[in-house]
């Protein structure tokens, strides 16, 4: 166990820090759980809603002892795409169940030949290596929603305005980490993310050309709306029931190769944030059925498949909370939630030079907590083995490497990232021969 903790995974804190601590999870997963469907044409209460029962979901089949949160995943959106635009939304859903039936497939595999393998196949230097990959992958991430108009990345859409929001909300977030003491200390993420919003809400009043922030979108929506339900043209709810067809089903499949593979890194990646190994413990065959069960179910109700997301383990790795309440307890506010479209709309109104600043701070605990598992752990590097492996694995997944080809009549299939990474890094150890001294 982690001796630096503040709360474990079964303790349970206080109600009233329990409320915001949660919070702060929600705030964490949001823009991105929500990213997901606008750019697939799906519903974002759905992926709220699916999301937070997604999320219990997966801690009822952990046993209650992985203190991990679901949320959209960015791994599918082609699949999504591809085969929505091609046969329909329907069947988009239909291959997403046939994913997460994959994954319990997998799992069951796994139980039975138990887990020796893994530990043979991703000793620390293919682990380190991996989890440094999966925070540094999401870097240009923040540095485009910290420094460019719309996240593009485009030198024309540079903007020094939404700098100086992301160094504020930044700096608001360090201080708050090292100075702060107590419970103010774990939530200092979310004390940034606030403190970053006002700071942009009161930048625009007084320089109207500099408003970074329209609560348009909070004055047209609803106050309550079914999440579960999608809604046409004219406005009336129907349920997008699910459809199958071979060439879906075997689409999604095939792309929960790869997250499968991030599966196995964000779980390597809590276990050493939390200090415990979740791959014995509930065990990875119990984390997978609750990883797929989560995206099956999501897909019936028509939300985009979940995932572990890595934004709340960086939460965890700054506040030393890892307590399966507190993510329980942000799974319900996501349900909750989901039912009020205000306050989706409200959250959609934080600024993306806000969530930049914040997520430079997040994204690069995900990093170190990689490092220190090189470190901890004695990985050699003098070993030309180990050396060749991690750079491999690091240029490969950091510099954006990708595996492409097409499946059915047009769709491409691509494992990029973090997921061929770790796939590299596996053979590459297999593979290459002990040194010889």
């Known amino acids: ?225 079914l999440p579960f339900l999608q809604t046409d043209a004219a406005g009336k709810y129907f349920w997008l029931a699910p459809k199958f067809n071979f060439v879906a089903s075997l689409t999604f499949v095939i792309v929960s190769l790869a997250t499968i593979c991030e599966h196995l890194g964000d779980t390597l990646t809590t276990s050493r944030v939390v200090g415990k190994d979740f791959l014995k413990d509930p065990g990875l065959h119990r984390t997978l059925v609750g990883d797929g069960l989560a995206t099956a179910w999501a897909a019936v109700w028509g939300g985009p498949p979940n995932t572990t997301y890595g934004e709340n383990i960086g939460v965890m790795a700054i506040t030393k909370v890892y307590s399966v309440w507190v993510i329980g307890g942000a799974a319900v506010i996501a349900f909750v939630l989901s039912f009020c479209q205000k306050f989706g709309a409200v959250i959609r109104t934080i600024p993306g030079p806000v969530l930049g600043g914040v997520s430079m701070l997040l994204y690069g605990l995900i990093a170190s907590s990689g490092l220190r598992t090189l470190v901890e752990e004695g990985v050699d590097y003098k070993d030309k083995r180990n050396l060749t492996i991690s750079s491999v694995v690091m240029v490969i997944g950091i510099g954006g490497g990708i595996l492409q080809f097409t499946v059915g009549s047009d769709f491409v299939f691509s494992l990029g990232g973090v997921a061929l990474s770790t796939v590299v890094g596996i053979i590459l150890n297999l593979i290459i021969p002990k040194t010889v001294e």
């Open 1 to 225: 166990m982690n001796s630096s903790k503040i709360l474990g995974p079964h303790d349970k804190p206080p109600l009233a820090q329990w409320i915001p601590l949660s919070f702060q999870h929600v705030f964490a997963m949001f823009g991105a759980t929500i990213l997901v469907p606008l750019l697939t044409g799906l519903s974002p209460s759905t992926a709220l809603f699916t999301a937070g029962t997604g999320t219990l979901i997966y801690i009822l089949i952990t046993g209650a002892k992985v203190p991990a949160f679901l949320g959209s995943s960015f791994a599918f959106i082609p699949a999504l795409i591809g085969i929505g635009e091609q046969y329909g939304a329907a069947y988009a859903m239909g291959g997403a169940i046939c994913a997460g039936v994959f994954y319990c497939v997998v799992a069951l595999i796994i139980k039975f030949t138990g887990k020796g393998w893994i530990d043979k196949a991703l000793p620390p230097v293919v682990i380190g290596s991996v989890i440094v990959v999966i925070g540094m992958n999401l870097a240009p991430t923040a540095i485009k929603e910290a420094m460019y108009v719309g996240s593009s990345g485009a030198m024309q859409d540079y903007s020094l305005v939404y700098l100086s929001i992301a160094v504020v909300t930044l700096g608001i977030a360090i201080v708050a980490t090292i100075f702060l003491k107590g419970f103010f200390n774990t939530i200092s993420i979310l004390i940034g993310l606030v403190g970053g919003y006002l700071f942009a809400l009161v930048m625009g009043a007084v320089f109207p050309a500099y408003r970074v922030i329209d609560f348009s979108v909070v004055r047209e929506a609803k106050w309550f709306a």
